[in-house]
């Protein structure tokens, strides 16, 4: 989508290790604005999927499944990086390995808050390896949810996640999609 890469030319750059930094408008400090714009092409795309939920993993996908569930007119559930108190014994959970974190952490939804009536919106802002959509595919599995789509806000297309969700079967739609980050260049994907 135009927009993003737009955004991502003014006010993204590139950090050592293929690391794209989005951090004054994305995952950091957050421009709604853009959101509610991610929001609506996501409700444009699967809006008439029936969906129930949308779901994603905290912290960065939480502000943008919010408002996409808004859009939608359905609840938004996420799974917690840590198991809290206020969370019941009940629970599904998935290991997850962050790229970003460079580490390995458990992924857990409430039982109550997922179950095989449900037909789920998967969102997050980044999909490079596809472990944390792996980790929320896993969940939904275990609650025996129905996953009626994936929306990503900035994909990796060189890394290999989203090309084995899609060989999965998964609709995966993403805002914009990144060819290359070498050299401190950006590069589309057209």
Request: with cysteine; charged share 30%; hydrophobic share 40%.
């Amino acid at each position: 989508m135009e927009f993003m890469e737009e955004r991502i030319r003014r006010d993204g750059r590139v950090a050592p290790g293929e690391i794209l930094k989005v951090d004054t408008f994305l995952n950091h400090q957050i421009d709604v604005s853009l959101i509610r714009q991610i929001a609506k092409a996501l409700k444009e795309h699967f809006g008439n999927r029936e969906i129930t939920k949308v779901v994603t993993i905290e912290a960065s996908g939480i502000a943008i499944a919010s408002i996409t569930a808004e859009e939608l007119g359905v609840p938004m559930v996420f799974a917690k990086k840590s198991k809290s108190r206020n969370l019941n014994s009940d629970t599904y959970k998935s290991r997850v390995y962050s790229y970003t974190h460079d580490r390995y952490y458990d992924i857990v939804v409430n039982e109550n808050a997922l179950n095989d009536n449900d037909k789920v919106l998967l969102v997050d802002d980044f999909l490079a390896n596809g472990q944390a959509m792996q980790g929320l595919l896993d969940i939904c599995r275990q609650a025996g949810a129905d996953v009626a789509g994936i929306g990503i806000c900035i994909e990796k297309s060189f890394q290999p996640g989203g090309k084995a969700l899609r060989e999965e079967g998964y609709d995966v739609l993403s805002m914009a999609k990144i060819k290359s980050l070498e050299n401190g260049t950006v590069e589309f994907e057209q």
